[in-house]
């Protein structure tokens, strides 16, 4: 993980800002949809994309354990083991 220096507040309704370089560097748009995770005492934003870990197909998406798999890659999966 890498620390930009950047800090903000949270303010009363628990929201805080991202920065315009830091936005503009990870292609969030306007409306784009921000998964959380947190990790012990970490929170971790990333931008949410609904697509395979494996090969990043966001067609025929199953969750197995919390990861997102497409058909193609669970079919492989089934065969090789």
Do not use: H
Not at 10 to 15: A, N
Not at 25 to 41: N, S
Not at 46 to 56: A, E, L, R, V, W
């Amino acid at each position: 993980m890498k620390s930009t220096g950047v800090v903000r507040k949270v303010d009363e309704l628990g929201r805080i800002v991202l920065p315009i370089e830091i936005r503009k560097t990870l292609d969030i748009q306007q409306k784009d949809a921000i998964e959380i995770f947190t990790d012990e005492d970490k929170i971790i934003l990333q931008k949410y994309q609904p697509s395979c870990i494996f090969c990043n197909n966001a067609d025929d998406i199953i969750y197995f354990n919390g990861k997102r798999v497409c058909g193609a890659c669970v079919a492989k999966m089934k065969k090789e083991f």
